[in-house]
């Protein structure tokens, strides 16, 4: 449906206003260059913000995408980014450089707070960058989180304490990212009651190397969990963050009926 027939439709009165804004939604793309169509209301729409990725793409087309999606919604974030890339971002407004995942957040205000709390586990230290990715992409949705990093099956008595203490925190689900054989994950949702999200890291070598043993080990599972693809931090951090949202919005429905009722 066209713009123009969404407000025909409005304004005859054959649509209601929140019909309307659902259509718009749907519309709403900005065309930079010659190729990309930027999908600049994805966070409105799915509550997922758009993710720029660098790979594939000229330091002309990340910094003509970035400054659009800058102008249009006050931030703009680019994952994968090379160090060409990163010296054409780095001059712009609000550039902020995480260097493990090579990961730019531009933005002009501070992510509103949703109360969500997102874990951050990883196996090793080999497997921080992707579970940094993961981390980032929550907090640019809003949600606080916390991390327990080099934990993994090789020295399981250092996964107790973290993962106890990071457990009192309550948060709404956990990303636990591991390479090699992928077992962590599985033993974190076998231990707990909260939503795991396995992320397989490309750590590992030989036979089942670059992640693909890790991620068969996790599709494998016994236990509870969902699995996103190897290094996929983005998908990790936003299905993490969409359940800890919804989460938090359930607790904030909750106070105010208890509220009410007092």
């Known amino acids: 449906m066209e713009l123009h027939e969404v407000l025909e439709k409005v304004r005859s009165g054959a649509m209601s206003i929140d019909e309307a804004v659902g259509e718009l939604r749907m519309l709403a793309f900005e065309r930079v260059g010659e190729v990309a169509k930027l999908d600049t209301h994805r966070a409105a729409r799915c509550g997922v913000p758009e993710v720029i990725l660098g790979e594939g793409k000229s330091p002309q087309e990340v910094e003509d995408l970035a400054r659009a999606m800058l102008s249009s919604r006050g931030r703009a974030l680019v994952s994968r980014v090379s160090e060409e890339q990163r010296k054409r971002l780095e001059h712009m407004v609000g550039f902020t450089w995480h260097a493990r995942p090579r990961l730019a957040v531009l933005r002009s205000a501070p992510p509103l707070a949703c109360g969500g709390r997102v874990g ?3 196996a090793g230290t080999s497997d921080v960058p992707v579970a940094e990715e993961a981390r980032i992409i929550a907090e640019e949705m809003g949600c606080e989180t916390r991390a327990a990093y080099d934990v993994g099956v090789a020295g399981i008595h250092r996964l107790f304490p973290d993962l106890g ?3 009192t925190w309550k948060p709404d689900t956990l990303v ?3 390479g090699r054989e992928g077992t962590l994950p599985a033993v974190v949702a076998g231990l707990c009651d909260v939503p795991v999200v396995g992320l397989p890291t490309s750590t590992g070598y030989g036979e089942g190397g670059g992640g693909r043993a890790a991620l068969y080990s996790m599709l494998q599972s016994c236990s509870v969990l969902a699995v996103v ?3 996929n931090g983005v998908g990790a951090g936003a299905f993490a963050a969409l359940v800890a949202v919804r989460a938090a919005s359930a ?3 909750a106070n105010a009926r208890g509220g009410k009722g007092g």
């Open 176 to 178: 636990v990212a591991a």
């Open 165 to 167: 203490e990071l457990l």
């Open 251 to 253: 607790r904030r429905q």
């Open 229 to 231: 693809n190897i290094d």
């Open 120 to 122: 951050m586990v990883t």
